[in-house]
């Protein structure tokens, strides 16, 4: 009987115990959450606390939010350098972001140049540029003038350097402005790349 009792009191005082542990002792959650998180950068860290993304401002002060994990067979000394280093574009597989007045979206190889492009351009124009290892070879949107104006309205998909372009062009006669078709490809070989 002597058991039962210690046996029934010490569940009794471990209740109470839990019971006041459990009043006194709460975590300290804020009674509202927060309106906003401020900051001026945001980096997101691997297994060994090194950057592989990061959202705030490059080396151009252009706002994005960028990955960068092709690091992962860097040499260990160049790894030591790999949180500025996605600040660089060079440096970046993706990133999403504003520079000055436009949008972008650009992926990049593991050789750090660009492959797609996606753009809006200073007057609002969007535009797509893929590219190979040496230079852009499609590109799709407005082809601009010589001195590109807000008034360029001609629309192509061109591909290399003048090699090969179709689209649609404006012309004006009498007064009225048309819309009509071009195509146009060069025929003269250009050494590759």
Known sequence: MKNLYIIVMALVAGFIGGVLSAWFIRPQVPATPLSAVRAHEFDLVDEEGHAVSFWGFNTY????LV?????SDAPEKSR???????????NQMLAIGAG???????????DGKPRISLFVE??????????????????LGIKHTDTHARTDNNWALEF??????????TVVENGQQYVQGEFSVNRNKEKYP
């Open 160 to 169: 290399g350097h003048d090699s090969a372009s179709i689209g649609m062009g």
């Open 61 to 64: 002060n252009r706002a994005e």
């Open 122 to 139: 200073q007057w609002g124009k969007p535009a797509l540029m893929m590219s190979d290892e040496t230079a852009a070879r499609v590109v």
């Open 100 to 110: 000055g007045d436009f949008p972008f979206l650009d992926f990049r190889a593991a």
């Open 80 to 90: 030591a350098h790999l949180d500025a280093a996605l600040r660089q574009d060079e």
């Open 67 to 71: 990955f960068g994990s092709h690091w």
